[in-house]
């Protein structure tokens, strides 16, 4: 995480060429310090594309939305090539960090909270197999965006505090959701309901992982919507204690993801809009 943060303030005192100069010396060091068993080969080429996408956006004056974007992006597409096509040429398959997921969660499940996944997800008509496959997968991006929304905070933080860019303030509020992507979220979803009738291994595959990432991009805005309602309404920060007991209540999950389709297709932000606009004419 060291790398793309180096890099983007590097770029944003000098220029975004100074900061390609900078990457191509981060990674000849690299190469020397480590070797084809060690991360530095496979994560520092990822960070560093990631700080020059960040430093291209600084340099185009693109707002912090876009470059946390960016950032995200860069990451998680760089986590998945890591897992997918860099480790196995290092001789570590997907398969075998697949079958040790599955063996770590049987056994945590089994010895530790009692809870047999395996049998919970076959009554829910799942094959638990498949499931671990898109488990993995999905886990990878997750790990990804927040490396790099990990990145964004930093950046913006350290840019500001040394006095290089004040990129401004962002807050929740900032982050308005896309009604385009809200629909096509809450329409994946239906893949949990249609899944028995998917026979192409592949394309079952792709429609629950599609499902799962869709209904995590909802709860996510349901989150938000939550969060901010509860400030400006109820004047009180009951977002986190909602997202608390979820984990624990499954069936409020569903509430989110039903928040989260509202706010991200459009009633739920108007509602807030309206109540904002109303808090500040009085």
């Given at each position: 995480l060291i790398a793309p943060i180096i890099i983007i303030m590097y770029s944003a005192m000098q220029t975004f060429k100074d900061g390609i100069?900078?990457?191509?010396?981060?990674?000849?060091?690299?190469?020397?310090?480590?070797?084809?068993?060690?991360?530095?080969?496979?994560?520092?080429?990822?960070?560093?594309?990631?700080?020059?996408?960040?430093?291209?956006?600084?340099?185009?004056?693109?707002?912090?939305?876009?470059?946390?974007?960016?950032?995200?992006?860069?990451?998680?597409?760089?986590?998945?090539?890591?897992?997918?096509v860099i480790y196995p040429i290092l001789g570590f398959p997907v398969s075998q960090m697949i079958t040790e997921l599955?063996?770590?969660?049987?056994?945590?499940?089994?010895?530790?909270?009692?809870?047999?996944?395996?049998?919970?997800?076959?009554?829910?008509?799942?094959?638990f197999d498949k499931l671990i496959v898109i488990m993995y997968l999905i886990s990878t991006l997750l790990m990804g965006a927040m490396e790099g929304v990990l990145i964004h905070v930093l950046s913006v933080f350290l840019l500001k505090r040394f006095k290089i860019k004040d990129l401004g303030n962002m807050n929740l509020w900032d982050l308005k959701p896309n009604k385009v992507l809200a629909y096509i979220c809450f329409l994946s979803t239906f893949a949990f309901f249609f899944k028995d009738k998917i026979t192409n291994e592949t394309m079952y595959y792709v429609a629950i992982t599609a499902a799962i990432i869709g209904a995590v991009v909802l709860i996510y805005y349901g989150y938000i919507f939550l969060c901010i309602y509860a400030a400006v309404v109820l004047r009180k920060n009951i977002g986190m204690v909602y997202i608390l007991l979820s984990m624990f209540i499954p069936v409020l999950i569903l509430g989110l993801i039903i928040m989260g389709f509202l706010y991200g297709a459009g009633p739920l932000r108007q509602y807030l809009e309206n109540k904002i606009n109303s808090l500040k004419h009085e």
């Amino acid at each position: 995480l060291i790398a793309p943060i180096i890099i983007i303030m590097y770029s944003a005192m000098q220029t975004f060429k100074d900061g390609i100069l900078l990457s191509v010396g981060v990674l000849i060091i690299s190469f020397l310090l480590g070797n084809f068993q060690t991360i530095y080969l496979i994560y520092i080429p990822v960070g560093i594309v990631t700080g020059l996408a960040y430093s291209y956006g600084i340099n185009k004056g693109l707002d912090k939305r876009t470059l946390c974007f960016l950032a995200i992006i860069t990451y998680a597409v760089g986590e998945v090539l890591a897992s997918y096509v860099i480790y196995p040429i290092l001789g570590f398959p997907v398969s075998q960090m697949i079958t040790e997921l599955k063996e770590m969660l049987t056994l945590s499940s089994n010895n530790l909270i009692g809870i047999d996944y395996a049998s919970i997800f076959s009554t829910a008509g799942f094959d638990f197999d498949k499931l671990i496959v898109i488990m993995y997968l999905i886990s990878t991006l997750l790990m990804g965006a927040m490396e790099g929304v990990l990145i964004h905070v930093l950046s913006v933080f350290l840019l500001k505090r040394f006095k290089i860019k004040d990129l401004g303030n962002m807050n929740l509020w900032d982050l308005k959701p896309n009604k385009v992507l809200a629909y096509i979220c809450f329409l994946s979803t239906f893949a949990f309901f249609f899944k028995d009738k998917i026979t192409n291994e592949t394309m079952y595959y792709v429609a629950i992982t599609a499902a799962i990432i869709g209904a995590v991009v909802l709860i996510y805005y349901g989150y938000i919507f939550l969060c901010i309602y509860a400030a400006v309404v109820l004047r009180k920060n009951i977002g986190m204690v909602y997202i608390l007991l979820s984990m624990f209540i499954p069936v409020l999950i569903l509430g989110l993801i039903i928040m989260g389709f509202l706010y991200g297709a459009g009633p739920l932000r108007q509602y807030l809009e309206n109540k904002i606009n109303s808090l500040k004419h009085e």
